[in-house]
């Protein structure tokens, strides 16, 4: 992201650094399985669809496990995000794919 030349001299106003550990990243998943890694990449996919940042680490070593990671403040909704897809099921993933590739 690109900075504000006029702002660059300026120092920051104290106590404007969130110090909170709302933006710690925490584990939604972990996974040791084969399936693993590409699991990992669909939650992520997912999560980013539905404007949750996320990732994934792990994925050099994959047989210590995948992690995907979410901010610890919007894990709930990640989790309830991942619910709902599973619920709806590939159809709807289908049904979705499908809808984003029409003109």
Known sequence: MAQDPELLDEEPEKGSLDTSHDLDMVPLYFSQTV??????????G???TNGIPA?????QL??????VLVPRHRLEEAKRVIAEQQE???????Q?????ERP
């Open 62 to 67: 994959p047989n210590l496990g995948i992690l």
């Open 88 to 94: 709806a099921g590939p159809e709807a993933a289908a």
């Open 46 to 48: 997912v999560l980013e």
């Open 35 to 44: 399936e693993a890694e590409s699991e990992a990449e669909v939650i992520r």
């Open 96 to 100: 979705a794919e499908a809808e984003s």
């Open 55 to 59: 990732t994934i680490t792990g994925d």
